[in-house]
């Protein structure tokens, strides 16, 4: 079945460092979502994506729709201690359809 | 001024009961899920609900039975509980036409 699988894991950075991670799916979506999960809570939507190519950006947060449709990826700009988390993307398992996957996660964790 | 809630928000419990989970928003919107969260933190969907018809139904098995009473309200019952029951329980809300979910903080279900 349909896999979306995220790289890194996890990771720890420094504060103020830049991170990158990415999403990769064995099939083409057309809708790309990162969302971030806080200990304890739920996860929150941080930047939806809907075109090949398209890049965007919410605070330091900058996310792109790969242009083979099949992979998107997420930077987040000088880290600060509450970027701590599970990022996530996701992405509807149908076109068209409001039937979700989720990625597999990437945890991050910053060192002040 | 809580947009999803959960309850309870911890809930343990021996094998063979049979418990439910209630979820309410207050955000106006049709659609609502259910969602399994493991210990590996993989994020699956269960049910959906879209105006108090069941839209999704994942392989879940028929322990498990969600309840709309109306738009606002998701619940979830389970039946005759197995300790790979054991998860987080995250409900969701999304307006009609668009992607972003809003979560609940998940119900931790621990079962003995």
């Known amino acids: 079945g349909q896999q979306l699988n995220q790289s890194p894991q996890s990771m720890f950075i420094q504060e103020g460092e830049d991170v990158s991670m990415n999403c990769t799916s064995s099939?083409?979506?057309?809708?790309w979502l990162w969302y971030k999960q806080d200990p304890g809570e739920g996860p929150v939507l941080l930047i939806a994506?809907?075109?090949?190519?398209e890049l965007t950006s919410n605070g330091r947060l900058t996310a792109q729709f790969g242009i083979t449709r099949k992979d998107s990826f997420l930077n987040i700009s000088a880290s600060i201690p509450s970027d701590v988390g599970i990022y996530f993307c996701?992405?509807?398992?149908?076109?068209?359809?409001?039937?979700?996957?989720f990625g597999t996660g990437t945890r991050l964790k910053v060192l002040a | 001024d809580t947009a999803v809630s959960q309850t309870p928000k911890y809930l343990v419990t021996q094998m063979g009961n049979d418990k439910s989970i209630k979820c309410e928003q207050n955000l106006g919107h049709d659609t609502m899920y259910w969602y399994k969260q493991d210990s590996k933190k993989f994020l699956k969907i269960m049910f959906s609900y879209n105006n108090k018809e069941l839209i999704i139904n994942e392989t879940v098995p028929n322990r498990f039975s969600p309840k709309s009473p109306d738009k606002a309200h998701l619940n979830l019952h389970i039946n005759s509980l197995e300790l790979g029951d054991s998860a987080v329980y995250f409900c969701?809300?999304?307006?009609?036409?668009?992607?972003?979910?809003?979560f609940g903080p998940g119900t931790r279900l621990t079962v003995l």
């Open positions: 994506l809907y075109k090949a190519g």
């Open positions: 969701a809300s999304r307006p009609t036409g668009v992607n972003e979910q809003f």
């Open positions: 996701a992405g509807p398992y149908t076109s068209g359809t409001y039937k979700y996957i």
């Open positions: 099939s083409i979506f057309n809708t």
